[in-house]
């Protein structure tokens, strides 16, 4: 049994407000009645998210929290007092954001990227401190993995995003097909693993695999549109961009395949399904 994550516990005991869970060392862990599943009867396993209630005990609850220990969020903040901010992360007892972890001081309103952890005490605790909680060990995975990306804050070159909430990586402008905002989640790529460590991500597969995909997304396009595009490979780049999310040469890329296989005609219109 983790705290400040979902596990999978056993129903122990039923009382009158609620139904008490496996915690392990923990002992019972309540989960209230509002919440308790109306075929709930003793032996059956629930998946639940625990946490510490506003005594400091465990509870369970079923509800999913925007934010769980170990990974990276972009929170309100709800209220600020003498010691530090709390975060509405959607559960009744809100995030505890201590003054140590606020690299500038927030105000009630604010949205801020944190990174959930356990405290000295055991407590689970926001972090808006987020270099300290970067995965330290070198990246092992290959160029081309598929992985989950956290966006981070806009730079000069692009985007820096979070890879698996464990190490930071950039998202160069080029490879930014997509608008994006802070604490958005998305599907991405490994581009390069750096030889000073760092990463580069992108959102499309790399190679033929990303031209497959704009292929496949500019046939959906046609069909939805009366088998016209009034796109081609002159067309404005950022026309392109606003309406398929892609690069011109993308673009032109997944153009010049369907073309070979016949799937479509190009003319000074546009583009046009083939039969």
């Known amino acids: ?127 808006a401190k987020l270099d300290r909680h970067f995965d330290k060990t070198p990246c092992t995975l290959a160029p081309g993995s598929e992985v989950d990306l956290f966006a981070w804050r ?6 820096q995003m979070i890879v698996n909430h464990r190490w930071p990586a950039m998202l160069h402008r080029q490879d930014q097909v997509q608008n994006l905002h802070a604490g958005q989640s998305v599907k991405g790529y490994i581009k390069t693993l750096r030889e000073d460590g760092k990463l580069d991500v992108m959102l499309h597969p790399p190679g033929y695999g990303r031209v497959h995909s704009v292929s496949d997304q500019l046939l959906e396009y ?21 309406v398929f999310g892609v690069s011109k040469k993308a673009f032109k890329m997944a153009i010049g395949q369907l073309l070979k296989q016949g799937k479509l005609v190009q003319d000074e219109q546009g583009l046009h399904l083939r039969g």
């Open 1 to 127: 049994m983790q705290l400040g994550r979902f596990n999978t516990l056993s129903v122990i005991r039923q009382v009158e407000f609620g139904v008490y869970l496996d915690g392990g060392k923990l002992g019972g862990i309540l989960l209230p009645s509002s919440e308790v599943p109306t075929d709930c009867e003793l032996g059956d396993d629930l998946y639940v998210f625990v946490y510490l209630d506003s005594h400091d005990m465990p509870v369970a609850t079923l509800k999913k929290p925007y934010i769980q220990l170990g990974e990276f969020a972009r929170l309100r903040v709800s209220q600020t007092n003498d010691i530090g901010a709390f975060l509405d992360w959607g559960l009744p007892k809100e995030l505890f954001l201590p003054f140590a972890q606020q690299p500038q001081k927030v105000e009630a309103g604010q949205r801020v990227t944190v990174f959930a952890y356990l405290d000295n005490s055991g407590r689970l605790a926001a972090s």
């Open 154 to 159: 806009p730079t000069e070159l692009g985007y």
């Open 222 to 242: 046609l069909q939805q549109h009366q088998g016209f595009c009034p796109l081609h490979d002159k067309s404005d780049p950022e026309e392109i961009k606003r």
